[in-house]
């Protein structure tokens, strides 16, 4: 489609991207991960690839996001670095 | 290690961007990619298979063999999750916690002696919060209309975008809602330990005996013209018949590896409280 | 130089894809703590398999459904390649999706067995608990 909503999108990819490292509260981290999924099944379906953004919004933003949030819940959520 | 990381990614992405010039233009028609093999499925899918979803064709059709492995790398990540952390044992806590339903009083029993089960005594775990009532409510009467969704976008992979791993991913994840909203022990009454283990790999047995079955009909390995002659239709159908019984078997394996590996990682292999 | 600047421009996607693996990979590198490491992984997947998606793109064509056809073996018209996404990245990366999810899994899971050792996930208290034994 248009360049400009293909530019907006990767630059917010690269945002989410570089705050989910940076956090240092794990939990907020596995929540910017699951916003990074969410806009890499918007970027697939702008591209056409109807069936690969199915299974990301599904599994990438969905059960991949609960992984990380139950893996922080039996471990620690506070971090150093 | 900072330092290091960053010369070696620095170099990496400098070596990748070197590479990249030689690439062709984005979307253009002609690249090598889409040259050779891939007009052939896009023209022959509908003739000989007469699947409309030509991504659905060529996973279960043209490439089944690569799917069937899939799944079985599948299983075997929920076996090693199983593997790594299950503690099995029956060593039942010396305290439980009760809390009597109508007061609110908590009343721990030491030493292993326990309450008979009756109205007014719930049995609570260690990290107990208050019943939402708004959540529980919304998430009982939202999950029948999940699981009907999930079998939805199995059984219709062949015209619309889904298939089994889409479908299977779905209808773990409406198991995986229950035990969320309510607690793990309700979730794991609802679907028990060994049917969601023994169920994983009868998803990827499905898969491999309707291979085998083409095989004693007298084809190839996962040729579903064989078919044929067992449900009494044309070759072409067979096929489409074919990829929906091997895509059912993919979302039966894929279903139960989500919630043995939910269920695995959120009590930390002790099943007895979750998230 | 000058007929450089307008290649560079065109192929602003594959730069950015590029950036996208470089962050991923310096994450598993560099980062300290352990989750922090296979979030890093994650995203490393995801950004090649958006790399490879987006090979298959072409201008102007559709997704990779047929419509208007009910099947049965006859094609009412005949289809044209060049009006079809290409498929066949599609279908590799489904695949890689659902093996990424399933590797995640097992990642974490060995995770909580070294927090449950240690008691804690940062790498180099690991390691001077190690090297104190």
Known sequence: MFWQIDLAILTLVVVTTVGSLMVKDLLGAAILFGAYSFLMCLLWAIMGAVDVAFTEASVGAGVSSVFFVAAVFRTSRRTKD | MKIIGLIITIMTGGFLVYAAGDFPAWSDPSSPASTYLSPYYIEKAIEETSVPNIVTAVLADYRGFDTMFEATVIFSAGLVCFILLRIMGRKEPETRHYRHVLTGVTVTIKEGRKIPASEEFERIDDLWTPPELIIKTACRVLIPFLQLFGLYVIAHGHYSPGGGFQGGVILGASIILLAISHDLRTATERMREKVVAILCPVGVAIYAGTGALCLLLGANFLDYGALASVLHVDPITARSHGILMVEIGVGIAVMTTMIWIYNNISSAGKYNQGL | ?133
């Not at chain 3, 950015?16 to 560099?30: E, F, K, S, V």
């Not at chain 3, 390649?81 to 489904?94: I, K, Q, S």
């Open chain 3, 1 to 133: 130089m000058a007929e450089l600047i307008p290649t560079i421009i065109a192929k602003y996607n594959y730069w950015i894809y590029i950036t996208l693996m470089m962050i991923g990979l310096y994450a598993m590198i560099a980062k300290n703590n352990l989750v922090k490491k296979i979030l890093g992984m994650s995203i490393f997947q995801t950004a090649i398999i958006l790399f490879y998606v987006s090979i298959g793109v072409k201008k102007g064509a559709t997704i990779p459904i047929l419509e208007g056809v009910h099947g049965h073996g006859a094609a009412h018209q005949a289809v044209h390649a060049a009006d079809y996404v290409n498929p066949l990245p599609h279908v590799l990366m489904l695949t890689a999706i659902v093996v990424g999810v399933a590797t995640l899994g097992v990642a974490l899971a060995l995770a909580i067995r070294v927090y449950n050792r240690y008691n804690t996930l940062e790498e180099d208290e690991i390691l001077a608990q190690i090297r104190k034994k």
